[in-house]
C-alpha cells in the first residue's frame, strides 16, 4: 500500500497548523502592543510634579525620563522588551508651595517621592497588562471571527505578557538610578555650516552658541539631579579634568559654565593647550587668570617650554613637571611631556618601548623622592599608565578620545578626550570631534574618587549635550605598587606623528 499520500497530507496538515498558530500569535501579539499603547498609560502626582507613565516596546529595555523640550535622562534598569517612559507635564504649584514652606514636609519628600512612584509604576503595569490582553482578544476576534483562534491569541498575550514582566522583574537594576544618561537639545539653535563664513566667525558663533547651551543644560542637570549626587555634598572635592585644548576659544565658555554651575574646586589640564607653542600663542594662555580656582597644567606634545613658562605666569595657574603640590586639599604629582612634536628641526623619540620606559624611571623616583600623592596627570596614556600603583586616580590625554580604565593594580586611568573639539582640526574633517570634559568628585576626607560626570559636547555645528554619571563601586579598595603589564592602548607613536 502506498503510504506517500498519507504522509504528505499529514505534513500539509502540521504545516497549515503551525502556520495557523504563527498567525495567531502575531496578530495577539500586535493587538496587544496596540492596546497598551493606546489605554496604557497613566497621569500621576510624584511630589510636587505631575507626570505621566507609559510602556512602550524597547529593545534595550530603559526607562527615560523625559523632560521635553530640555532634555531627558536615561537608565539601563532592566533587559526586557518593553521599556518605561515618564513625562514630566505640570508642576503642582499647591504641592510645591507646601515642599517649600513646610520644613517638615521637606523632610517626608525622598519617602513620599519613592511611595507615588511605586503606587504609579504599580497602576501603570496592572493597566498595561489589562489593556493589552483586550487588545490581543478585540484584534483576534476582528481577524478571525471565531471564538476558538480569538481565545488562543488571549493566551497567547497572556504568556507574552507575564513572560515580559518577569524577565523586567528578574533583570531589575535598582542601582542603575545613579548612573544616569543625560541628552539634550537646545532648541531652535541655528545651523552653523555655510561655505561662505570663515573660521574665525564660525567658531566665534559656535562659541556664544555654546555658552548658552552649557548654562542652560548645566542649570538644568543641577536642579534634576535628585539622585545621591555629591554636587551639592560638603565632603566632596570636585575636580575638573581638560586636555587637549588646542587653541579652540569654545574651551573656555565651556570650562567657565561648568566650573561655575558645578561648583569647581580645581582645574586639571593635561595638556596640548596650544597647538604650535610658538610666541603668538602665549596670548591663549592669559584666559587661565580669569577663573578663581587652581588650574594645574601639564605640558602636552604640542606645548613647548615657553608655553609652560606663559601659563606659569598666570593667576591661579600650577604648573607642574616632576613635582608636587597640595591643590584645593589634594597631592597632585604632575609630569610634562617629553616631546615637543611641533619643531620639525628635532628628531623626537615616540617610541612607545622609549616613552614606558621614562613614564616606569618617574614612577620610581615619584616613589621615592616624594610623599605619597592622591592624583597623578600625565599627557600620554602610554606614560601615566606606567604610574600605575603610586597614586589611586591618574588623569592623561593625548588621544582625543575619552576612556577609562581600571588597571590591575586599582589605580584608575581616565583619558579624557579633546576639551577643545581638537582646535582647528575640527574643521578638516567632516565628522566634528566631540568637546569633552569630565568633573571628578573626590572625599574630602580619604581624597579617594566617590563618582565623576562626563560631558560630551557636539563638534562644531552640533549643538547636542550629554552628561553621564559614573560612581566608583570601590573607592576604599587597595592600591598595590607596580607598573601594570596591559598593554598601551594609544598604539604605535612612532616618528612625530601625533594628536
Known sequence: MDITPWTQRLRRFATGRAVRALTVVIVAAGGAWLGIALGGAVHANVGPVEVGMSAEPSWSGETVVDAHPLGTLLFDTHNAPIGLRITLENINTARAGVLLEDPRFSDQLPALLEKELREGVRTLVLRAALCGLAGALLTSLIVFRRPGPALAGLLSATVMIAGTGAAALLTFRPNAVVEPKYTGLLAGAPSLVGDAESIVTRFESYRAQLAKLVNNVSQLYDAVSALPVYDSDPESIRVLHVSDIHLSPIAWNLMHSVTKQFKVDA??????????????????????????????????????????????????????????????????????????????????????????????????????????????????????????????????????????????????????????????????????TPVAASVLYFDRKTHRLRAWDDITLGGLGEQSVQIERHVETDPGRTISPGPTSVPSPTGSLSGTTSP
Open 267 to 432: 582645574i586639571v589640564d593635561t595638556g596640548d593647550l596650544t597647538d604650535h607653542g610658538t610666541g603668538p600663542e602665549d596670548r591663549f594662555v592669559e584666559e587661565i587668570g580669569s577663573f578663581d580656582v587652581p588650574y594645574v597644567f601639564v605640558r602636552g606634545n604640542h606645548d613647548s617650554k615657553a608655553t609652560q613658562r606663559a601659563v606659569d605666569k598666570q593667576k591661579n595657574a600650577v604648573v607642574l613637571d616632576d613635582s608636587v603640590k597640595s591643590v584645593a586639599g589634594l597631592r597632585i604629582y604632575g609630569l610634562g611631556d617629553p616631546r615637543f612634536t611641533p619643531d620639525k628641526t628635532v628628531d623626537v623619540d615616540s617610541d612607545p618601548a622609549s616613552l614606558t620606559a621614562l613614564g616606569r624611571a618617574h614612577a620610581m623616583r615619584l616613589g621615592q623622592a616624594f610623599k605619597p600623592v592622591d592624583l597623578v596627570a600625565v599627557h600620554d596614556p602610554s606614560i601615566a599608565r606606567e604610574f600605575s600603583g603610586t597614586a589611586p586616580m591618574i588623569l592623561s590625554g593625548h588621544t582625543h578620545a575619552r576612556s577609562t580604565e581600571l588597571l590591575p593594580s586599582g589605580t584608575r586611568l581616565l583619558v579624557q578626550g579633546s576639551t577643545g573639539g581638537a582646535g582647528l582640526r575640527a574643521l578638516e574633517h567632516d565628522e566634528p
